[in-house]
């Protein structure tokens, strides 16, 4: 409506003008000079207008994913009761000193604080120079705050002040699994009770991201660090920077930007850029192989050699040896229930995409200690003994002929006609 004044108010004058120098040859100078000024100055007030609107404060910003269009999923509304103000955060860490900050990642440093209400936060705040961009930020942000469950770290608001991105998440006491399990003395703390609790509840994490929320999501980065450990060592799966949506009948989906950590990358993603909830699944295996055993995947030390954790643990279940996987410093606890959980984990960590369970059915065999199992196959990127040992990093370069996962999908076909009961069916 102002603009339209404006142009009224130009109108009056310009036929005032036009009376005035009617018998004059000024006539035609003067609509020649006044018609451009009004035309320019009607522009750029319409243009002044627009670029306000546009800058509107409490507008919505989008998070796409690439697997979404537009719509109103994909739009965070900054309410008061999500976005903290920087100097809030700053305050409550203490203005990110040392002596607050629980870590360091690749993304960014993680500090504790605590609100002037006395409650306690983490505090992830996103390197400026880090490979976490702005599609990354808006995607945890996204993500976290529709989903709700207690096996995943709860978001309580974010902060995008200026170049400043801070995600304001709900404290976990104990740290995360990675400080426990790999660690020579912290890891006596979790019997097997404790580890069984873990494995569990991550599991129905994945199984609530996979299947019962509101969104079908694609963790993408599922690793021991990112598993963190209430007070009770329950499981609060964190890190959702890199996760995907998926549409409720979308299978798969396709990458040229690869991202996660080396050695819980299933090998179709990590080297075909193919990703889908079976890859989740192989991440999961690989995590439950380095609860049981208390060894990274990187490396596990038997005798005067160093091998990848999944190539031991195959190579210890062919030769009915899968004891040896145990971490020693479990000394109780129902052996038929370790022995499951390997066997769950050397099913996760297949080769074969197909082969590998659902979190649906990893979730109901925990649960059930009477359903039987199919025998696992080879796993990805497994190297025999005949080949020699390679640094686990070497062996993501290697080609999917290598895995001699042919011959065992050959053999899958006679091996799962007789689902192998799991009363006492494990090699000794």
Request: charged share 25%; aromatic share 10%.
């Given at each position: 409506?102002?603009?339209?004044?404006?142009?009224n108010?130009?109108?009056?004058?310009?036929?005032?003008?036009?009376?005035?120098?009617?018998?004059?040859?000024?006539?035609?100078i003067?609509?020649?000079?006044?018609?451009?000024?009004?035309?320019?100055?009607?522009?750029?007030?319409?243009f002044?207008?627009?670029?306000?609107?546009?800058?509107?404060?409490?507008?919505?910003?989008e998070?796409?994913?690439?697997?979404?269009?537009?719509?109103?999923?994909?739009?965070?509304?900054?309410?008061?009761?999500l976005?903290?103000?920087?100097?809030?955060?700053?305050?409550?860490?203490?203005?990110?000193?040392?002596?607050?900050?629980?870590g360091?990642?690749?993304?960014?440093?993680?500090?504790?604080?605590?609100?002037?209400?006395?409650q306690?936060?983490?505090?992830k705040?996103?390197?400026?120079?880090?490979?976490?961009?702005?599609?990354e930020?808006?995607?945890?942000?996204?993500i976290?705050?529709?989903?709700?469950?207690?096996?995943?770290?709860?978001?309580?608001?974010?902060?995008?002040?200026?170049?400043?991105r801070?995600l304001?998440?709900?404290?976990v006491?104990?740290k995360?699994?990675?400080?426990f399990i790999?660690?020579?003395?912290?890891?006596?703390q979790l019997?097997?009770?404790?580890?069984y609790?873990?494995?569990?509840?991550?599991?129905?994490?994945?199984?609530?991201?996979?299947?019962?929320?509101?969104?079908?999501v694609?963790?993408?980065d599922?690793?021991?660090?990112n598993?963190l450990l209430?007070?009770?060592?329950?499981?609060?799966i964190?890190?959702?920077?890199?996760?995907?949506?998926?549409?409720?009948?979308?299978?798969?989906?396709?990458?040229?930007?690869?991202?996660?950590?080396?050695g819980?990358?299933?090998?179709?993603?990590?080297?075909h850029?193919q990703?889908?909830?079976?890859?989740?699944?192989?991440?999961?295996?690989?995590?439950?192989?380095?609860?049981?055993?208390?060894?990274?995947n990187s490396?596990?030390?038997?005798?005067?050699?160093?091998?990848?954790?999944?190539?031991?643990a195959?190579?210890?279940?062919?030769?009915?040896?899968?004891t040896?996987?145990?971490?020693?410093t479990?000394?109780?606890?129902?052996?038929?229930?370790?022995m499951r959980c390997?066997?769950i984990g050397?099913?996760?960590?297949?080769?074969n995409?197909?082969?590998?369970p659902?979190m649906?059915?990893?979730v109901?065999v925990?649960?059930?200690?009477?359903?039987?199992?199919p025998?696992?196959?080879?796993?990805?990127?497994?190297?025999?003994?005949?080949?020699?040992?390679?640094?686990?990093?070497?062996?993501?370069?290697?080609?999917?002929?290598?895995?001699?996962?042919n011959?065992y999908?050959?053999?899958s076909?006679?091996?799962?006609?007789?689902?192998a009961?799991?009363?006492?069916p494990?090699?000794?």
């Open positions: 409506m102002l603009i339209f004044y404006y142009l108010r130009w109108n009056v004058q310009l036929r005032i003008l036009t009376c005035a120098v009617k018998s004059n040859k000024a006539t035609i003067a609509i020649a000079i006044a018609v451009p000024v009004v035309v320019f100055f009607a522009v750029v007030l319409i002044f207008f627009i670029c306000i609107r546009m800058r509107k404060p409490g507008e919505k910003f998070a796409q994913q690439e697997t979404y269009d537009d719509d109103d999923d994909n739009e965070i509304d900054i309410s008061e009761s976005q903290f103000s920087f100097n809030t955060i700053r305050e409550a860490t203490n203005d990110f000193s040392d002596s607050n900050k629980l360091q990642g690749g993304f960014g440093a993680v500090y504790k604080g605590r609100l002037i209400n006395g306690e936060i983490a505090v705040r996103l390197s400026r120079d880090s490979g976490q961009g702005e599609r930020f808006k995607n945890e942000v996204l976290v705050a529709k989903l709700q469950h207690r096996n995943l770290v709860r978001l309580l608001g974010f902060c995008l002040e200026g170049r400043e801070l304001v998440y709900e404290f006491t104990n995360s699994l990675d400080y790999f660690d020579q003395t912290n890891r006596a019997d097997w009770e404790k580890r609790k873990i494995i569990a509840g991550t599991a129905r994490g994945i199984l609530y991201l996979h299947q019962d929320s509101r969104l079908r694609i963790h993408r599922l690793k021991a660090s598993i209430d007070e009770d060592m329950n499981p609060k964190a890190d959702f920077g890199l996760a995907r949506l998926f549409v409720v009948d979308q299978t798969h989906a396709d990458t040229n930007r690869v991202v996660g950590t080396y819980y990358m299933a090998p179709e993603y990590a080297m850029g990703f889908s909830e079976k890859s989740d699944v192989f991440s999961f295996g690989v995590l439950v192989l380095e609860v049981v055993s208390g060894q990274r490396g596990i030390r038997h005798g005067e050699n160093i091998d990848d954790l999944l190539s031991f195959w190579r210890r279940w062919k030769e009915g040896r899968a040896d996987i145990i971490d020693p479990v000394n109780s606890g129902s052996r038929n229930e370790i390997i066997h050397l099913l996760c960590v297949q080769d995409v197909a082969a590998r659902t649906a059915s990893i109901l925990l649960n059930s200690h009477s359903l039987s199992l025998l696992p196959l080879e796993p990805a990127f497994y190297l025999d003994s005949r080949t020699g040992n390679l640094p686990n990093m070497q062996l993501w370069e290697l080609n999917s002929e290598t895995t001699r996962s011959e999908t050959t053999r076909a006679q091996e799962s006609v007789n689902e009961s799991v009363t006492e494990y090699p000794r």
